[in-house]
Nanobody, 113 residues
Framework: VQLQASGGGLVQAGGSLGLSCAASGINFKITTMNWYRQAPGKERELVATITSGGSTNYADSVKDRFTISRDWAKRTVYLQMSSLKPEDTAVYYC????????WGQGTLVTVSS
């Protein structure tokens, strides 16, 4: 199983950024995919979830600013982030449970004020 995340970077507050996570070695059609983040000195938190049926759920802190989506053909899950705030600065991880707990390598998002 491999989850390859990409798309992090530096952005100014109020800006937008998109993350991608390409999955291999899993049955992508049946798995729920998650994005987590971990800010410096804080615990990892669940940011967004998308089920195999396309239902989504978001942390209150990102609701109406972030959008999670998935492309079954590309076996990729996305996180589109807008109206970014400095407190969104974190390492973002994609995650899924498929015969075990699997994590991507993380991608750093830095939002400057």
């Amino acid at each position: 199983v491999q989850l390859q995340a990409s798309g992090g970077g530096l952005v100014q507050a109020g800006g937008s950024l998109g993350l991608s996570c390409a999955a291999s070695g899993i049955n992508f059609k049946i798995t729920t995919m998650n994005w987590y983040r971990q800010a410096p000195g804080k615990e990892r938190e669940l940011v967004a979830t998308i089920t195999s049926g396309g239902s989504t759920n978001y942390a209150d802190s990102v609701k109406d600013r972030f959008t999670i989506s998935r492309d079954w053909a590309k076996r990729t899950v996305y996180l589109q982030m807008s109206s970014l705030k400095p407190e969104d600065t974190a390492v973002y991880y994609c995650n899924t449970w498929y015969r075990g707990d699997h994590w991507g390598q993380g991608t750093l998002v830095t939002v400057s004020s």
